[in-house]
């Protein structure tokens, strides 16, 4: 690990990464860059929504998540896959989407993130790089696939992540915490908590 000259003691990096690593919101918005498609490789200065969302991946295992498109939804999750296999080891993450082409943008912005992070915060090397997936020397890794209707089986995951795969009238099953009772419904039937309430 080379200390940074932007840190007086080994301690105080050593702290900077602790802090990083306990916090995605906190390492995303102080070291991750995006790719932005008029002003280039900028620093992700990250919306309140946004800042909502990393909250409600941290604090819920389940989240769906209604929005619009070129909302900045697709560079989150690739900063928080990012932040997530940097700083836990062996974790397994999957991200499916109805296009190759979709799936691979998370993959870009994964990419990207590592490939502009400081170099005493690169705590584990990327050791697999190429269009579907990026491993970490840590175990971690992330892979993009297409839906089908074997997708992710026979596969220990840790995060999953199903991008534009879903329409209003997609059908899921859903099991009530307290009653275990299980049912079918549409995704425009599910109630979809109001973070802003």
Same mark, same amino acid.
């Given at each position: 690990?080379?200390?940074?000259?932007?840190?007086?003691?080994?301690?105080?990096?050593?702290?900077?990464?602790?802090?990083?690593?306990?916090?995605?919101?906190?390492?995303?918005?102080?070291?991750?860059?995006i790719q932005?498609?008029?002003?280039?490789?900028?620093?992700?200065?990250?919306f309140q929504?946004?800042?909502d969302?990393?909250s $409600?991946?941290?604090?819920? *295992?389940?989240?769906? !998540?209604?929005? &619009?498109?070129?909302?900045?939804?697709t +560079?989150?999750?690739?900063?928080?896959?990012?932040?997530?296999?940097?700083?836990h080891?062996?974790k397994?993450?999957?991200?499916?989407?109805?296009?190759?082409?979709? $799936?691979?943008?998370?993959? *870009?912005?994964?990419? !990207?993130?590592? &490939?502009n992070l400081?170099k005493?915060? +690169?705590?584990a090397?990327?050791?697999?790089?190429?269009?579907q997936?990026?491993?970490?020397?840590?175990g971690?890794?992330?892979?993009a696939?297409?839906?089908?209707?074997?997708?992710?089986?026979?596969?220990a995951?840790?995060?999953l992540?199903?991008?534009?795969?879903?329409?209003?009238?997609?059908?899921?099953k859903i099991?009530?915490?307290?009653?275990?009772?299980?049912?079918?419904?549409?995704?425009?039937?599910?109630?979809?908590?109001?973070i802003?309430?």
């Amino acid at each position: 690990m080379h200390e940074s000259k932007e840190f007086k003691s080994k301690k105080q990096l050593i702290s900077e990464i602790i802090n990083c690593g306990k916090s995605p919101s906190y390492f995303i918005k102080k070291y991750v860059k995006i790719q932005h498609p008029l002003r280039g490789l900028i620093p992700f200065a990250t919306f309140q929504y946004q800042d909502d969302l990393l909250s $409600a991946f941290v604090k819920n *295992r389940f989240n769906i !998540v209604l929005k &619009a498109r070129q909302v900045g939804i697709t +560079s989150l999750m690739g900063a928080f896959i990012a932040w997530f296999i940097l700083f836990h080891k062996d974790k397994n993450v999957l991200v499916v989407s109805t296009k190759q082409e979709t $799936a691979k943008n998370v993959i *870009r912005a994964v990419k !990207v993130a590592f &490939a502009n992070l400081p170099k005493w915060l +690169s705590i584990a090397k990327v050791s697999t790089n190429n269009k579907q997936s990026v491993e970490l020397d840590n175990g971690s890794r992330v892979k993009a696939t297409t839906t089908a209707s074997d997708v992710g089986r026979s596969e220990a995951l840790s995060l999953l992540i199903i991008d534009e795969c879903v329409s209003g009238d997609t059908k899921i099953k859903i099991r009530n915490k307290k009653t275990h009772e299980i049912r079918e419904i549409c995704i425009k039937d599910l109630y979809i908590c109001d973070i802003y309430k």
